[in-house]
């Protein structure tokens, strides 16, 4: 990675902590990026092969990110057994206000949305 992308990279992310949105971290961001950008359907045990991770660390970020309204759990209509993980509109809002600051159109030190 160039120097330039590393200072953007650094920007973007001093932008978004200052927006006062939750702090994610770079697991449950991976989580939000793989459900919300790759087709699915999706499960705790194909994100966490994704990830190279457990299932058990892949449980702890939905259990937040779920607390957070970003993804939520669906059983499987099918297979009652089956959970999957699913998108849901705040979490699509979230990540379209993320996208802002990554290509620059945020504003450093301005909330992009107001929380109850």
């Not at 990540?95 to 909330?111: I, R, Y």
């Amino acid at each position: 990675m160039s120097e330039k992308s590393l200072f953007q990279w650094k920007n973007t992310l001093i932008d978004y902590v200052r927006s006062g949105e939750p702090d994610l971290t770079n697991r449950q961001m991976a989580l939000m990026l793989l459900v919300y950008l790759d087709v699915g359907p999706h499960t705790v045990r194909g994100l966490a092969r994704a990830l190279n991770v457990s299932k058990p660390v892949v449980t702890r970020a939905l259990n937040r990110l779920g607390a957070l309204g970003y993804l939520r759990r669906q059983r499987d209509e099918t297979d009652k057994r089956n959970i999957f993980v699913a998108r849901t509109p705040e979490g699509a809002d979230f990540l379209a206000e993320f996208g802002q600051f990554v290509t620059g159109d945020g504003h450093a030190g301005q909330p992009v949305r107001e929380h109850a």
